[in-house]
């Protein structure tokens, strides 16, 4: 289920136009905080990440390595589980902020610098994981959903 729900979302994410390039906005990152509430998430974000940059066209290297960013942050995510939900995103914002400008400049040949990616798509991840998978993260809390 959070595998298909990560591929809706980065799907809308792609209509709108934002879901990949050197700023990234996408709204299936929300999801990567669902670790705090359950192990079973984990694997639900980095096959939803797989199927969404094959659908995307992504190229091997995004797929392998963009999908393992995924993966890092959300096992990071589960490791904070018992922190504040505050601290949930930051795995996953940096796993994406120091992964995915290397596969942006280097698989993608795309003009321009390490920290600028950085910066780029660092936001991109504050925006969805940090607000919005905080907000999400909250809001569950609040109304006691059970995984």
Not at 100 to 107: C, D, K, M, S
Request: hydrophobic share 60%.
């Amino acid at each position: 289920m959070i595998a298909a729900l990560y591929v809706v979302f980065t799907e809308i994410s792609a209509l709108l136009g934002i879901s990949s390039g050197v700023i990234q906005f996408r709204l299936s990152e929300m999801f990567a905080v669902l670790p705090i509430f359950t192990p079973a998430a984990i694997p639900g974000v980095f096959i939803g990440c797989i199927i969404s940059n094959i659908l995307a066209g992504g190229i091997i290297w995004d797929v392998v390595f963009g999908s393992l960013a995924s993966l890092l942050g959300a096992l990071g995510t589960w490791l904070l589980r018992k922190k504040s939900v505050y601290l949930a995103p930051v795995p996953t914002i940096l796993a994406n902020m120091i992964i995915v400008p290397f596969v942006l400049r280097y698989a993608y040949g795309i003009e321009g610098t390490i920290p600028f990616f950085m910066l780029t798509v660092g936001f991109g991840e504050f925006v969805c994981a940090g607000i919005l998978g905080v907000f999400l993260a909250k809001t569950l809390k609040k109304h006691k959903v059970d995984f």
